[in-house]
């Protein structure tokens, strides 16, 4: 027996289960799609996995539903701290970006709307009005201001030779009209004037920047976020993690993905060890072949 002899042995057993588990590895994967030739499929058409890439799906889905990402483990990933610090610095954020560069009459809109915010404007002025109307009755201005010149003219002229001519009767004689003259004008014209004012500095107000006007504490509002976030994971988080189906979902994206997509994302995670298998069998086909030289 020559040399070409004994290592042709082991030289070809190596190819040989190298490529016999190559091709294994590879009929895991290829063909991605059945072939048919006069309409009977081929054996082996399409590969192991894209044939049975619904029971692997869902295989995978309840392996990570039952064991990897179960609802208590999704519970518990809602209600904590990490949850919590992001919702409460998303909700100051989108606070921070949402009254940034609008005015008060802007967010106001943005949040009820043109219509619901008129109204309310609306209902506002003529509650304000109508609460002036009343204190402005209950205060009897009229009276209370002509009684105060009244006696601010009895004031003036005691003493003097006036006061042989201004008797409180005659100041009582012009005071009585002219409180009725005042208070006429407050329910009338003044109250005119009155809502002009506060119509005026409400429209001010509504024009002012949004975040000027709503200043509110960042640290407080975040631990307000983090209180009620919390409580509300604790009362529902149950009902929320029914709601999500895990294994539905991982099966239908895994259903979904194209065959060469999840080849890809197979390979990228056992590559090394279906190499490994490969190179397996070239190493045992090579020892195979040693063998057979002293058999």
Not at 195 to 210: I, T
Request: charged residues 25%; negative net charge; proline residues 3%.
């Amino acid at each position: 027996m020559n040399w070409l002899q004994i290592v042709s042995g082991p030289v070809i057993g190596g190819v040989i289960g190298y490529f016999t588990n190559y091709l294994a590895v590879k009929m895991l994967f290829r063909p991605h799609h059945e072939i048919r030739v006069f309409g009977k499929t081929l054996p082996f058409t399409p590969g192991i996995i894209p044939r049975r890439r619904g029971a692997l799906a869902r295989a995978v889905a309840n392996a990570v539903s039952d064991s990897l990402l179960s609802r208590d483990d999704l519970a518990r990933m809602l209600g904590s701290d990490e949850a919590q610090s992001a919702v409460a610095e998303a909700v100051c954020a989108g606070l921070d970006d949402f009254l940034a560069d609008r005015t008060l009459r802007e967010a106001a809109a943005a949040m009820i709307g043109d219509e619901r915010l008129n109204g309310a404007l609306s209902a506002a002025r003529e509650a304000v009005s109508r609460r002036v109307r009343e204190k402005l009755a209950e205060m009897n201005l009229g009276t209370t201001i002509a009684s105060v010149a009244g006696e601010s003219v009895l004031e003036k002229t005691r003493g003097t030779m006036l006061a042989m001519f201004v008797s409180p009767d005659l100041v009582a004689s012009f005071t009585g009209p002219m409180a009725q003259r005042i208070d006429g004008y407050l329910q009338t014209d003044g109250m005119s004037r009155i809502d002009e004012m506060l119509s005026a500095e409400l429209d001010g107000l509504l024009n002012r920047p949004a975040g000027d006007v709503l200043r509110f504490d960042a640290d407080a509002l975040k631990a307000r976020v983090r209180e009620v976030y919390s409580a509300f994971v604790r009362d529902h988080a149950a009902g929320i993690t029914a709601r999500m189906d895990v294994a539905a979902t991982v099966e239908a994206k895994i259903n979904a993905m194209d065959v060469a997509e999840l080849e890809n994302l197979i390979l990228s995670v056992m590559k090394h060890e279906l190499n490994a298998i490969v190179n397996l069998g070239a190493v045992i086909g090579l020892i195979i072949g040693v063998l057979n030289i002293f058999l």
